[in-house]
Structure formats: structure tokens, C-alpha cells
């Protein structure tokens, strides 16, 4: 439940801001609130004697050692600010990308993180849409919120689109059973609701991201062996794209926003043009730079952008070069491998396909934005979810194989004796 509610975060401490001043006046609340959550997730593991850091899965050891590089890199990084901007983002970072992952450990736990993320963040996203006030794309706070030398008085539209794009995914990805059901009967509600709150901030790259990855991880939840899978997976596509087509024409058909012409012409002039000046600064800089790189947040310098270049790849390869690069490559190796590997393990299991193709889809929705919004130690979600699927493929497939099946490893609601006889004494 800590790491559905962690997930959260952004919209919650937006909403608040907009109900009460005394969370405009107390920026941080919020978030210290929500990530003491997961301090007491671990705390709970630990005193039940769980193991919270086994298995640490080798993208584990990617991500720190990414994380690692980075803040050794402010050594040689030409911008002033560099120490402070990895400061201001390790506080995040160990929450999401270092903490979040481990509190959970078996598909059971993934699954109930999942629900609890559908449920909040749908409470969110209509809270967002019935409760607030909105100014542009963004919901309006009760007075000023400062960030660093800015000040704000709406919300961030890119916040409130991904928690409704993560959503989307979860109540079409899942499948479910009991009482859950009551999400397979709201589903293609859920699902236009987050269509709209995305339309609504007007952040296209969500809206396209959350298409591409949902529709991507179908096939893996719905599992297409059978004509039953493939006619279910059929209908669900079809039905996906052709809600998409009628919210996307009925809100913003016509707005020169989301014309494909304005599209690349807007992500030209910004993103590739930044990118571009990073990369001949990194190229400029000879053969050392090329395998180390410039330094974390050397973007920032204003002899090279000023700013970050909103593409997470560039920035990598850039500010930490060959060797930042690779194992930013590696992480996504890592994920492949997992999904690969879990595959034949829950290939019979709807649940357990779910949970798979939920963590695949985020993971992959995730990766989609970075090509157009972030920094590297800002994408602790997605490394988060990279250490999960590690995570859930070390507890599971190595029992697959072996049918070395343990009470500490099998998870009774998702693997049923009938399919590994070896437990039945």
C-alpha cells in the first residue's frame, strides 16, 4: 500500500495545495509524510524478519551504480551548481529508486501495490477535475508555491497526466478476480477519465505514451495462445484506440497544439535543438569527456545549454558519458530479461500475467516520456520499477526451473498446486 500510495505523491501534495493554504506555506509536508510511509513499510518487513534487501537483483546494482557515478561526477562537472542539484534530487532518488522497490517482493505484494495506486489514483484524478479550480493546464493553488528561484500558482500538468496515463494502464492491464471485479466492470470508465485528464492538461506526450505502452502489453496480459486471448486482446485494442480517437477529436480536434506539423516543429526547436548543443559540447570536450562525460548537470552550465535537455539518453551519454550511457543501456537489458524470463512462469496465471504486463507497461510508458520531459536522477520511477520486475523474476524463476519450490518463494494466489505437484506433501 506504501508504494501505491508513494506513486501518488506528485498529485497528492498538488490537491492539497489547492484545498489549503497551510500546504502552500508547508511545500515539503506532504512529501516527508508519504515517503515516511515507506520508511515504515521496511520497518514493518524487518521486524517480521523478512530479508528487505534479497534478493538484489543485478539491475539493483546497475541502478546504484548509476546513482553512484553520478555524484562522482560533480567533481569534474563544469557547472557551479552541480552539488546542489544532486542535493535537491537524492532525497527522491532513495525514495523511490532505492526504498520503493523493496518494499515489495512477490507478485501478492506487486498486485496490492497496483490496487492501491488504481483506487487513490482514481480518487485523485476526479478530485482533481470536480474539486479544483484550473488555470490553463494545471489546477490552481490557494496562493504561491516557491521552486528554487521560481514561484508557481498552478500545478504541474505533466504530474497529473501520468498518474492518470498509470491508471489507465493498471485497470486494463490487470485481471481480476473477486471482489476485484468491480474494476473489470468500471474499466473502460477509468480508462475514458484518464484520457480526459490527460487531454485536459493538454500534455501530449502522456496521452500518446500511455497509448503506445498499454496497447504494447496486452498480448502479455491478455495472452493470445488461445482464440479466446487473441479475440479479448482484439477487442480491447479496438476498443482502446477508437476511445482514444473520439476523446482526442472531441477535446482537442482542430487545436494547432496537437497538429503532427506543431508537434515536430515545437520538439525540434527544443528538445533535439538542446540535445544537439549538449552533444557537440560533449564531442568538443576530446576523448576523455567521451568515456566520462562532462559531469552531472553540466547541462545546466550556460556556455553549454542552461538548462537540461529534456532527453534523458542525451543527458546520460553527455554529462557521463560511454560509461554513464552503458549502464543506463544495461537497466534496460535487465528489464527485457525479466519479462523474457518470467514469461514461462506466469503464462497460466491471468493474476501474475497482469501483474508482469503492469510493471512492463510503466516501465516502458516511463521510457517513453523521457524522450521528452526529465532529468537522469529524476527517473527514480522508472529505475524503481526496472528493480521490481528484478526482483519478482530472482524470487521466481530460479523455483520454475528447479522446481525447487519453498513456502518462502511460492505464492499461493497466483501459482496454484496444480501446476507444481512437488508441493502437494
Not at 313 to 331: D, N, Q, R, S, T
Amino acid at each position: 500500500m506504501a508504494v501505491g500510495i508513494l506513486l501518488c505523491t506528485y498529485v497528492l501534495e498538488q490537491w492539497v495545495q489547492t484545498q489549503d493554504s497551510f500546504f502552500v506555506a508547508n511545500t515539503k509536508f506532504t512529501n516527508v509524510a508519504v515517503g515516511m510511509l515507506i520508511v515504515l513499510a521496511l520497518g514493518v518487513r524487518a521486524i517480521r524478519r523478512d530479508q528487505l534487501f534479497k534478493p538484489f537483483p543485478p539491475v539493483g546494482w546497475a541502478v546504484l551504480a548509476l546513482l553512484v557515478y553520478a555524484i562522482v561526477s560533480v567533481i569534474w562537472s563544469p557547472y557551479s551548481g552541480a552539488q546542489s542539484r544532486i542535493i535537491d534530487t537524492l532525497p527522491y532518488f532513495i525514495a523511490f529508486g532505492l526504498l520503493m522497490p523493496f518494499a515489495v517482493s512477490k507478485f501478492e505484494d506487486v498486485h496490492a501495490s497496483a490496487m492501491t495506486l488504481l483506487f487513490l489514483g482514481t480518487a485523485l484524478v476526479l478530485l482533481a477535475i470536480t474539486t479544483t479550480d484550473w488555470d490553463g493546464r494545471g489546477m490552481t493553488f490557494q496562493g504561491s508555491v516557491s521552486f528554487g528561484t521560481r514561484t508557481r500558482d498552478v500545478g504541474s500538468p505533466l504530474a497529473v497526466a501520468t498518474l492518470a496515463g498509470n491508471v489507465a494502464m493498471i485497470v486494463v492491464l490487470l485481471n481480476f478476480t473477486g471482489i476485484n471485479r468491480f474494476w473489470q466492470l468500471a474499466r473502460w470508465g477509468v480508462v475514458a477519465l484518464g484520457f480526459y485528464v490527460a487531454l485536459k492538461s493538454n500534455t501530449r506526450g502522456q496521452v500518446f505514451a500511455m497509448l503506445i505502452a498499454g496497447l504494447s502489453f496486452i498480448p502479455l496480459s491478455r495472452r493470445i495462445a488461445s482464440w479466446r486471448g487473441f479475440f479479448g486482446t482484439i477487442v480491447a485494442i479496438g476498443f482502446v484506440a477508437i476511445l482514444a480517437n473520439f476523446l482526442i477529436d472531441y477535446m482537442v480536434g482542430g487545436s494547432e497544439r496537437w497538429s503532427a506539423e506543431r508537434m515536430i516543429e515545437v520538439y525540434g526547436s527544443s528538445r533535439v535543438r538542446m540535445s544537439a548543443d549538449l552533444l557537440s559540447a560533449w564531442v568538443d570536450a576530446g576523448p576523455l569527456a567521451w568515456v566520462f562525460g562532462l559531469g552531472y548537470a553540466a547541462s545546466y552550465d550556460p556556455t553549454i545549454i542552461g538548462f537540461y535537455p529534456h532527453i534523458v539518453l542525451v543527458e546520460a551519454l553527455g554529462e557521463l558519458g560511454i560509461i554513464g550511457f552503458a549502464i543506463l543501456w544495461l537497466v534496460v537489458f535487465f528489464v527485457a530479461r525479466s519479462i523474457y524470463r518470467l514469461w514461462p512462469v506466469v503464462k497460466d496465471y491471468p493474476e501474475a500475467r497482469g501483474v508482469v504486463a503492469v510493471l512492463g507497461a510503466m516501465f516502458f510508458f516511463e521510457v517513453i516520456l523521457s524522450f521528452k520531459q526529465g532529468t537522469l536522477l529524476s527517473a527514480h520511477t522508472t529505475l524503481a520499477f526496472a528493480v521490481m520486475l528484478g526482483r519478482l523474476e530472482m524470487n521466481y524463476v530460479p523455483a520454475a526451473a528447479t522446481q525447487q519450490v519453498t513456502d518462502e518463494n511460492y505464492d499461493y494466489g497466483y501459482l496454484p498446486d496444480v501446476a507444481l505437484p512437488n508441493l502437494n506433501g
